[in-house]
């Protein structure tokens, strides 16, 4: 038996201290006599060529339909496409033959199926998962998108999938391999926490097309992905495998109902008999793969999109095939075929015992052609990449919300409520056409829709723990749309309290805009104690977008300090008797030497503007006293409509393909106002009737922010547009910036060139786009500038000093990579075309101390403070401030999870937050006492989980690779926790634990 | 227990008269305690409104594809079918749930997948089959195209697929019901085989629109079809169901893989929970359809062409469907649903013991629309439909000589031969897209090469019997091409023997036209007699149309006399030695009235031309002493191309629909040449290139024979033509003519009428057109002109006097209704075009004796003699002459079938070939004492069986029925069997024996 091959103990389990009694199981008894996992492969023939066929389907939780109507097979007409008739065929004949084999990957879809069997079938279907004939891979919620994710939401996803699999099928249906076959290029991120959740391999389709050729004639389509350069290899050590066809079946080969390809004919008294030809065709393809790979074993996906809907139709000529190739060995061939599964060839590959090429970047831009990069879906659908952002920051505040309220949470005097769909919606959006902006636009709708409908849900539970925490029943009011400047109560209230509760685990402070209608108003903390606060007048811009939904002519502005994983309360007065007539609008002023205000100096930074242009021209930091050059404006790029000499590739959901290499100047002058008060100076900026930016400064912040408003992009020209924000400075970057991926880990990126390969440049803007999650950096020795978006967005460096990123997309044709609209939003508020908010949020720092300041700014934009709202005077009982810490955490971590585990637990994830080069302060081992971190909850009980919580962590034993050439690591200090209750985490480390807990 | 719904008691069987101990059981023993057919069937709420569904697929035996590229689901390029699997999942799903019922309707399909399976399926399958949740349908091997099918091939087919079913699963079996739910238009004669091969009642789908609308709105669309003018009812009574929608479900509830209507979706943690809507659709639908039909019951058929290849589709939503409208009956809803079958159907419309219109014509032609007649298939692929009607001709022979040969048929001195080949390739051709010419060209030459494979394997059984009979195992030489003077033998041989086998049971007398390239050869026959025998050159078109396939310059001619079910033997001598030079062909000359003969006067017949034109003028029946004016000539309409201000329908492979009603003529005179010998006088008209004919009269023939040749028919002026003969007479049609049907009963034809309803007649000539397949005629009080077929065509008659029929079509558009080809036949030997030849017999005789002439002139044509040839000279020991049976039958009788049963028995078929109004000699019933039938056989036991031969006909209980209107029929005569031996034949009876025979 290998390593890895037991199985998953669950009725037992290490205490790695002991607290007490934990009684909770990961699943369901382990029944004896199971042959599931690598036990249950067929055996192989050492001598010879061993095909593994891998029936699978490929089933998008979301794309050119909904997930649902996917499940159903509704909207056939759109694509002929039904989850349950899938599951319920391939049980069918999996049934049929003891032999065949499946993989499914889909939890959202198995779940909806699972819940809808009778127990007879689940008896079925169980024994069928017990024999490893029914293997789960991946097993996530969704197959995710690796470009625009956030990790947070990622491993959300995924122990939300592999959980339902876990708590059904027990061990046996703990998915042994990731399989990510479609999504559009690889984030090292990704590899780094599949290492961690315990696959013992990863595969792909999708990578590109240069290092593709490269990797065959090379035979390094089998790799090993070291997916950190922080974590203790092999901690973060990943098994890659690109598999031969993407994920399809090699040609001719192709037996669904949704192919052509012919049957076997073995009736000889049919016409057409062609075993003999289909059998020399399959020997040739199966020899000329394995050309390309390193062992005697090859893998060919037998499946595609949501293939085997009718699997008699695979099984039936698959088992024809098997038949006939394997009955030429009697003469004398040497090819072996066999049904199997990604699991059983990766045992293959183990088994061979061999050294496999070391990779430590990542998969990213993906090519498929030399005029076909995937690098437009980085910023596709921009408005839904940030409601998906915030989405996750409001379900984490209600995950802490439903822990630290218990039961109370769950029904109280708001009604009942529960995370469970919320996280569901969460979880779907993060499928690879979902946040990824490459769905249709109903599909898109209903990401959103599902998004809201959560968060109903969830409002509910934060209501209910509020009010229990407060005491306080009365009313609470949320507004969604601040960032538009609407919020009906406090647009017409003259008294009412604001309650901000804060998700981090340090106290954050933190700008609040208010739409008001009155001229002066009185704010104080929950000590009674007077806040300085400005009254400011909505922008143009604003009132623009928001058009009717909203009708406040002010925005109150003052500084929240909450404390950490708790709230603080408000209280908000107006001064004046009943909101005031309407000021006018300050008029907007040309840009000229007199008007604009040239210097902005603040706490901590100082900003100038161009008084000719109305534009950025430098930014400074105070503390560290150093300065560079900024100027930043906003452009477009013709987008492609494939008339093209060298290519018909449009830009579309997918793909960026700007028409020419340089962008339209949307203005090369901003018409600008300003606005400068004690609390908050604007420089609002106007470009043109459809972009806009406020650059503000907040007295006490180490950042700028830019919040730029764009749309609706005009399409009159019947131009198609992909519009950026350029930011040109002084430092000298020689071709190299960087970016994070999946909002943790930051990978260098140098212009016209790939690490693992020789690139052959085709694109020079698009080929130079990555994937921007959280932030992006450019520097020198001295200056480093950071961006912290508030969503992932596409981005590039394709000048020295210059950072530019996608902000907003209009395009007028399909890209023809099966969405089969072009990316063109209009809603009926925006029927001219979608308006886009976001915000950049910038600094400038020394490199060293870099990400002191962006590592805990981006948390901040990520996990954002809730505020919700009371109208009148509280009750004099109510407590106004709250901390669910008994300490703010150490600067290094971050409190990745809470969330209630079942009726006694929790599952608690500490992350340390920087990685192993970033910071001289923080990048060292920083330790947590468990026992000593809640101030309402007893930790009466821990053990420790795998990064997906499905095994438990001591028990996780994962297939050993050895690399061809190991980058030896820089040697770490090994640490040991140095007491029982201590856990200590090292650069980049997440432990996930579950914490038996009493309320207080 | 209803009548009928006895089961089949197999084991036992009544013989009629005792003569020996028959012991072969129709089928598998009958076993307890199943419970199929009408007992099967789910009950159903008198005080409701009963809706029957029923799943079910239409598999059409070949049309797109091939029929085993059906079978397989190769191809799937062309159209997604794959009847295998059609099989494979509809038994798994009923497997499901118990109440679900499938009918399946075609054994060609059928037999192809039963043999693949295991025991195992095989026995589950049984089991389905015996509890009645699988039901067989029709049965027959296809659904026969009604058109233009001969009734000898259609009672084959059916007898193939229903003998298969019989013998595979006993009673249970039996299909109850007949279902043409395809076919484009209904024969009367159709309907008569049904009656009498024992089914209950008939089911189809198309029917003329008009007809359909008035028949809803009568609530006729449930009839008593009293199928034959000759037979005592209720022998061919047969209850006719039109179905509601065609065969497909009604709008918005096709649930296959193929469609695209919603799914129900049930679950309400989904979205778009519809079961409401659903529901409501359904009772509106069932409410509505409920109001066009007479019963509280209602069929729908759920399915369409190659539907349920995955029946999970169709169950899983037809089981909600059924769960959910019912479950409405708590809200006192008055609508039932239940799984159900036609004949269960059909067994509530029996129990509602109405009466129900009476209907004696047929339902042709058939219009979907004003200007949509589906005409133009009686004669599209005219070379096809010849090719079927030699073949089955080929066939009976083959039968027969598999019979009189014994088991040295199969196996001989030829090799291993057998029959059934040919009677699967026959069968398959009768399919209502095979010999209907409504297939692909791939397809059409599929059903060719079948048949020509089958007759391969029957000709080993032809030469094995003829060499066992004539004691000679010289090889035999098969001429398949003497139509174009191609036989390779008989052109480069000195001395030759023909062999002639006659399938009638009657003697003939026949022409006989032999290739050669002397110019004198002396003929002798079986007893040493010399024969009269005359070299004619080789017409042009002949030379033209055979191109390099033969190069005989000569044909000889002369006439041979066979004996009844037998052959006998010519030997032909060169009385040269060695061929002579290739005489030039004679010249052609204009019509001149010194070049032609105006005047043929022979035997029996007078025939003039118009010396100025070359065209037939007149025609005199010298025995009879009439004479009627007759021009013929040759024309084509111009085929509608869709551009038409009244609609846009295309002339197509099913729709015939002319530009004008104006034909063009070819040409007004015609070139001729004339040949004069005193075996046979012909006259060679040359009207275009593409155009020409032989009037050719043999001495002793009644009849006129019109040799047409047409073809390639030109496109270059990219107009398609339907090529047409018309013959002008002077006879007083008063509108009427006649027509067969199916080649036996004539129907009487009115132009611009229907007997039913009243025509708005919006196609002039293709809504007059008919289907022709074996004669047509048109008659006076004095005269009667009729014209016998070599083949199924269409044809009318649009003034009065004249009959005009379709001979050939070559058309540049689809007509839309799914073939999604034009009919444009070319082939490697006419790249050009299709060429094909024909034969027109013409009789003149009074009408009252006319069917003594025209009824066996029919069928020589249908059964034609069996030439074989061997070189050289004969030893003499040869048995030069036999005959199979101890004397011919009667005239009224024909022999139908004479085919190997099983080892010892053989099924025998007598019929009565006149109407009961047609001959004062021949419509008298006639006995045929069956002990004293064969020479060589000795019949031993006897037992008498319906039609198809899958029932004793004792045990043949058909449901009653009451007409409306019961036109009592004349009062006939009940004639007893005069002996046990003797069976007696009224007109128009086919009796269907099985005879166990020893060889004397």
């Avoid at 720092?845 to 505020?867: F, G, I, K, N, S």
Wanted: charged residues 20%.
């Amino acid at each position: 038996m290998a390593a890895g091959q037991q199985q998953l103990s669950v009725a037992s389990f290490f205490f790695f201290f002991f607290s007490g009694v934990l009684t909770f199981p990961l699943g369901p008894e382990n029944k004896s006599g199971h042959v599931c996992g690598y036990e249950s492969c067929h055996v192989t023939k050492h001598n010879m060529l061993n095909v593994h066929l891998v029936p699978h389907t490929h089933d998008d939780v979301g794309w050119l339909k909904t997930v649902d109507q996917y499940y159903y097979g509704d909207r056939n007409d759109i694509q002929h496409a039904g989850v349950q008739y899938i599951l319920d065929s391939v049980v069918d004949q999996l049934l049929k033959n003891p032999d065949r084999r499946f993989i499914y990957v889909e939890t959202a879809f198995f779940f909806r199926w699972w819940k809808q069997q009778s127990s007879g079938v689940q008896q079925t279907v169980t024994q069928l998962v017990n024999q490893g004939r029914l293997e789960f891979v991946n097993g996530g919620w969704c197959m995710s998108d690796e470009a625009t994710t956030h990790y947070s939401a990622v491993i959300d996803q995924m122990t939300l999938g592999l959980r339902f699999l876990n708590e059904t099928f027990g061990s046996c249906g703990r998915p042994r391999v990731a399989w990510h076959i479609d999504p559009f290029g690889h984030a090292r991120e990704h590899a780094s926490m599949f290492a961690q959740m315990g696959y013992d391999g990863f595969f792909f389709g999708r990578l590109d097309y240069q290092d593709r050729v490269r990797r065959m004639l090379a035979k390094e389509q089998e790799l090993l992905w070291r997916a950190s350069d922080s974590l203790t290899p092999p901690a973060a050590d990943l098994f890659t495998g690109i598999l031969p066809n993407g994920y399809n079946p090699p040609e001719g080969f192709c037996w669904d109902q949704s192919c052509d390809d012919p049957p076997i004919r073995d009736d000889p008294d049919l016409e057409d008999y062609n075993v003999d030809e289909v059998v020399r065709r399959f020997l040739d393809t199966a020899n000329d793969q394995a050309t390309v790979y390193k062992t005697n074993h090859i893998i060919m996906t037998m499946g595609s999109d949501f293939q085997y809907e009718n699997a008699n139709l695979w099984y039936k000529n698959l088992d024809k095939l098997i038949h006939h190739v394997n009955a030429r060995q009697g003469n004398g061939s040497k090819v072996h075929l066999l049904y199997s599964t990604p699991s059983c060839y990766l045992q293959e590959l183990h088994r061979a015992n061999l050294t496999w090429a070391l990779k430590t970047d990542d998969f990213f831009p993906y090519a498929d052609s030399a005029h076909d990069f995937w690098t437009g879906f980085f910023t596709s659908r921009p408005a839904l990449k940030r409601y998906e952002r915030v989405s996750n920051s409001n379900l984490q505040t209600c995950n802490q919300l439903e822990v630290l309220g218990g039961p109370a949470s769950r029904k109280g005097p708001y009604g009942e409520g529960e995370s469970q769909t919320m996280k569901e919606a969460m979880a779907v959006a993060q499928h690879h056409d979902a946040v990824s902006g490459t769905e249709k636009q109903h599909v898109a709708n209903d990401y959103a829709r599902r998004l809201a409908t959560g968060w109903q849900h969830c409002q509910v539970v934060v209501s209910n723990t509020l009010a229990a925490l407060s005491r306080s029943s009365a009313e609470r009011i949320y507004c969604d749309n601040l960032n538009i400047s609407v919020c009906p109560l406090t647009a017409s209230s003259k008294q009412f309290s604001v309650s901000v509760y804060n998700p981090l685990a340090r106290p954050v402070t933190w700008p609040v805009r208010l739409p008001v209608n009155g001229e002066s108003y009185s704010v104080s903390d929950a000590k009674g104690k007077a806040v300085d606060c400005q009254v400011v007048p909505v922008s143009r811009a604003t009132r623009e977008v928001r058009k009717n939904r909203g009708h406040a002519v002010n925005e109150l502005v003052f500084q929240v300090q909450a404390p950490p994983l708790g709230y603080t309360t408000y209280s908000v007065s107006l001064l004046q008797n009943g909101p005031p007539p309407a000021p006018p609008g300050p008029a907007l002023q040309q840009p000229s030497r007199t008007s604009i205000c040239c210097v902005r100096v603040l706490q901590f930074l100082r900003v100038t503007f161009d008084p000719d242009t109305g534009l950025l021209s430098s930014l400074s930091n105070l503390e560290t006293n150093q300065s560079i050059k900024l100027t930043q404006n906003f452009y477009w790029y013709n987008a492609s409509d494939g008339n093209n000499s060298e290519s018909n590739q449009m830009s579309g959901a997918y793909i960026f393909r700007p028409n020419s290499s340089t962008p339209f100047i949307i203005s090369r002058m901003a018409k600008t106002e300003t606005v400068q008060t004690s609390v908050v100076q604007e420089v609002r900026q106007w470009f043109s009737p459809w972009a806009s930016q406020v650059v503000r400064l907040y007295t006490d912040s180490r950042a700028l922010e830019l919040e730029w408003t764009v749309g609706p992009v005009p399409i009159d020209d019947s131009l198609g547009k992909e519009v950026i924000t350029r930011l040109d400075t002084s430092i000298k970057t020689s071709g190299l910036f960087y970016t994070d991926s999946n909002g943790r880990e930051v990978l260098q990126r140098r212009k016209d060139f790939r690490p693992t390969w020789n690139l052959k440049q085709s694109e020079p803007i698009a080929g130079n786009y990555y994937p921007i999650n959280s932030r992006a950096f450019i520097k020198d020795d001295v200056d480093q500038l950071t961006v912290v978006t508030d969503r992932s967005q596409g981005g590039g460096s394709i000048q020295n000093g210059s950072l530019e990123i996608m902000l907003h997309r209009r395009l007028l044709y399909d890209d023809v990579r099966g969405v089969g609209e072009p990316l063109n939003e209009t809603s009926n508020i925006f029927p001219q075309g979608l308006v886009v908010r976001g915000r950049l949020l910038l600094s400038l720092e020394r490199p060293p101390a870099a990400a002191d300041t962006h590592r805990p700014l981006a948390q901040e934009v990520v996990l954002q403070p809730m505020l919700t709202f009371t109208d009148g005077a509280l009750s004099p009982d109510t407590r106004l401030e709250f901390s669910g810490l008994q300490a703010a955490l150490p600067p290094a971590v971050h409190l990745l999870t809470l969330t209630q585990w079942d009726s006694d637990s929790v599952l608690l994830r500490l992350e340390h937050q920087f990685q192993i080069w970033e910071s001289e302060v923080n990048s060292r081992p920083v330790t947590v006492n468990l026992q000593k971190l809640f101030s309402t909850l007893e930790v009466v009980g821990v053990s420790e989980l795998n990064l997906s919580a499905n095994q438990w962590k001591d028990e996780m034993k994962r297939y050993d690779w050895t690399p061809q050439t190991d980058k030896k690591p820089p040697l770490l200090k090994t640490f040991e926790d140095p007491s029982t209750w201590e856990v200590t985490l090292r650069p980049m480390e997440i432990r996930t634990f579950l914490l038996r807990v009493h309320l207080r």
